[in-house]
């Protein structure tokens, strides 16, 4: 009767490890479980791109330095040359103009280029 006991109870535990065992993986196939898998699975691809990029991009720009500075010493080039002063747009025109100035040198009447010439015939 001991070896009844024994397979029967051996047979349970082995029903009830493989009824889970299967539970579990038709869970992990299930439409959302395989979404947020491949989700996962792209963000941390995803990261490990960004970092081997990052690391290149890096070693570019420091071996673009370098490389630089190589021509510039070879060529005898300033390394640090002055900028010229951005440049800078006005948004409404300029009135210390000389077309906004009345003077004796400028006249509207004289000037045919001007757009807003009141003497041209219409």
Partial sequence: MFRRTFWFTTGV????WAT??????LKQLT??????????????TGRH???R?????LDVRDNMAQREAELGEALGINADP????????????????????ESATYSYETDKTNPYNRNEDH
Avoid at 53 to 57: L, P
Wanted: hydrophobic share 40%.
């Fill in 13 to 16: 535990a082995a029903g009830v």
């Fill in 20 to 25: 889970t065992k299967v539970n579990r993986k």
């Fill in 31 to 44: 439409p959302e479980s395989l979404a947020a898998t491949a989700a996962n699975k792209a963000l941390e």
């Fill in 49 to 51: 791109l960004k970092d």
């Fill in 53 to 57: 990029a990052v690391g290149f991009a």
């Fill in 82 to 101: 002055e900028l010229p002063a951005p440049r800078r747009y006005a948004a409404i025109e300029n009135r210390s103009d000389p077309k906004y100035i």
